[in-house]
C-alpha cells in the first residue's frame, strides 16, 4: 500500500477529498486493479469471511455491552435481562454467541487453505505469522468472552485455565493471584476479562491490517503455489474476486443464520445457563468446540519427564501438558522454516497431501476426545493423536522435503488453466 500517482476520479466530491488524502486512489490500487491470480478457488474465500465475522462480532458486541454488567451479582442476571427483555436482545447475543463458533470455522479452513497450497512459505512468511499471532489473539478474546455471563461453565472454565499458569516454577503461584486479582476466580478477575475481553478485538483489527498490507506487498498465492509471471496470469481484484467473495460470505451468511435462528445453543453446553456458584463444581467442565483439540494435548500429558527408572524428573506432568498445548499453537509460526520442500502446493505433493489429511484427522479425534473424560480409551486416542500432531511438525515436514518426490509444476498458471479448460 504505498504512494504512487494518482488516480483521476469523475465525481467531483471524491476527487476533491483524494486530491487532499488519496483514500480513493488507494482503494482502486489495492481492491480495484489488484492483480491477482486467476485461478483462485472458493477456499480464498475464507479471508474475507473471517472479516465480515469479526465486524459482526464488533458491532453486536458493542451493543451487548450497552446492557451487560460486570459484576459478579449482576453478570448472569443482566444476560438474561438482555435475552428477555432487551429488543432484538436475543438476536444481539445469538448472534455474537453462535459469531464466535464461525469464526473458528472460517480460521480453521482458511489455515487449512493456507497449509494446504503452502501459503506459508517465502516470501510470505510474515504474512502466516501475523496469522498465527491473530489466531493466539482470537483464543485469549474467545476465552474471556465466556466467562462474562458468569455461568458455572464460565466461572469454572476460567478457574482450571487460569491455574495452569501455576504450573509455571517458582513464580507461577504468584502470576495466579495477580492474574486473579485475588486468591480465586471472582469480581476483579470478571472486571478484568470484560475489559480486555472489549479491547482485543480492535487489537486484532490492527493485526489484521498488517496482515493485509503485508498480503498486499507479496500477492497472493494460489492453487498451483507458482507465482504469476505477468498479466496472462492475473485478473482485477474487481469484479471478479469482489462478485467471487460476495458470493462465498451470502452462503456462510445463510449457514450463520441457520445456526442462528434454528440451532442457537446447538454448540453450547447446558451448565453455560446455570449462575457460577464457586462451591459446586460441574460434573464435566468442558471448554468450546474450538478449544477441544488443545484442550486434550493439555490432558494428553499425564506422565512426568524425566530419566526412566530413576527419580529424576525435569518437567511435572501438569506443566508438561500446558507446555505442550501451548507448543502446538506456536509449532504453526516456525511452519516456514519447518518445511524444507521447494514445492508449494499440496496438489504436486502426494506425501505432504496424505500427512496433512492424517494432521487434519489427529486434530480431529484431538476435539472429540477433548469433549470426553481423561482417561481409559479417550486418553491413548489423545495421547496417539497429540503424538502425531507433533510429528507431523517436527520430524515429517522436514523430512518430507528431503525425501518427496513431487510431480512436475505447470509452466503458468495461464498454462495450467487453459489446458483445465480444454
Ligand atoms: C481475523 C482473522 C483473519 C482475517 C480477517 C484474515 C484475512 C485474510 C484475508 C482477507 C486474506 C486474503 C484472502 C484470502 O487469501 O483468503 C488472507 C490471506 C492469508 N491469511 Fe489470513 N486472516 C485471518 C487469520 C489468519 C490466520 C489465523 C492465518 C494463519 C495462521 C492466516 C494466514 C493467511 C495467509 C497465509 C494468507 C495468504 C493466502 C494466500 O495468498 O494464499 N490468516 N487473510
Redesign the pocket.
Known amino acids: 500500500m504505498g504512494s504512487g500517482p494518482r488516480e483521476d476520479f469523475k465525481n467531483p466530491v471524491v476527487n476533491w477529498i483524494d486530491e487532499r488524502l488519496p483514500v480513493f486512489t488507494l482503494m482502486q490500487k489495492e481492491y480495484g486493479v489488484f492483480p491477482t491470480p486467476k485461478n483462485f478457488n472458493y477456499f ?5 469471511i ?2 465480515v465475522v ?1 465486524v459482526t462480532m464488533i458491532v453486536t458486541g458493542i451493543f451487548l455491552a450497552m446492557n451487560y454488567t460486570a459484576h459478579e451479582d449482576m453478570a448472569f442476571d443482566s444476560v438474561e435481562r438482555i435475552m428477555r427483555d432487551v429488543n432484538y436482545g436475543w438476536l444481539l447475543r445469538y448472534i455474537h454467541m453462535n459469531g464466535a463458533s464461525m469464526f473458528f470455522i472460517a ?1 480453521y479452513i ?2 487449512y487453505r ?1 497449509m494446504y ?1 503452502g ?2 512459505k517465502k516470501p ?1 512468511e510474515l ?2 505469522i501475523l ?2 499471532l ?2 493466539v489473539l ?1 483464543m485469549a478474546t474467545a476465552f474471556m468472552g465466556y466467562t462474562l455471563p458468569w455461568s458455572q461453565m464460565s466461572g469454572w472454565g476460567a478457574t482450571v485455565i487460569t491455574s495452569l499458569f501455576s504450573a509455571i516454577p517458582l513464580v507461577g503461584d504468584s502470576l495466579l493471584t495477580w492474574l486473579w486479582g485475588g486468591f480465586s476466580v471472582d469480581n476483579p478477575t470478571l472486571n478484568r476479562f470484560y475489559a480486555l475481553h472489549y479491547l482485543l478485538p480492535f487489537v ?1 483489527c490492527a493485526v ?1 491490517f498488517l ?2 498490507w503485508a ?1 498486499h506487498v507479496t500477492g ?2 494460489n492453487p498451483l503455489g507458482i507465482e504469476p509471471k505477468g498479466p496472462q496470469d492475473t485478473l482485477p481484484f474487481h469484479p471478479y474476486y469482489t462478485m467471487k467473495d460476495s458470493f462465498g460470505i451470502c452462503v456462510f451468511l445463510v449457514f450463520f443464520a441457520f445456526m442462528v435462528f434454528f440451532a442457537p445453543n446447538y454448540l453450547n453446553h447446558a451448565d453455560h445457563y446455570v449462575p457460577f456458584d464457586p462451591l459446586v463444581t460441574p460434573q464435566h467442565i468442558v471448554p468450546e468446540w474450538y478449544f477441544l483439540p488443545f484442550y486434550a494435548i493439555l490432558r494428553a500429558v499425564t506422565f512426568d519427564i524425566g530419566i526412566p527408572l530413576t527419580k529424576i524428573v525435569f518437567i511435572e506432568a501438569k506443566l508438561g501438558g500446558v507446555l505442550a498445548m501451548f507448543g502446538s499453537i506456536a509449532l ?1 509460526g516456525f511452519m516456514p522454516w519447518l518445511d524444507t520442500s521447494k514445492v508449494r502446493s499440496a496438489k504436486f505433493r502426494p506425501m505432504y497431501k496424505l500427512a496433512l489429511f492424517g494432521l487434519v484427522a489427529a486434530f480431529v479425534a484431538l476435539g472429540i476426545a477433548g469433549a470426553k473424560p481423561a482417561e481409559g480409551l479417550w486418553l491413548y486416542v489423545s495421547q496417539v493423536s497429540m503424538a502425531y500432531y507433533f510429528a507431523f511438525f517436527v520430524v515429517i515436514l522436514p523430512m518430507l522435503g528431503k525425501i518427496e518426490k513431487t510431480k512436475p509444476l505447470p509452466g503458468s498458471i495461464h498454462e495450467a488453466v487453459t489446458a483445465k479448460a480444454k
Open positions: 480464498w474465500n475464507f479471508g474475507a473471517a472479516m469479526l480460521i482458511h489455515i493456507g497450497y501459503s506459508y510470505r504474512l502466516w496469522g498465527v491473530i489466531l482470537l486484532i489484521v496482515h493485509i498480503l497472493s498465492n504453526l
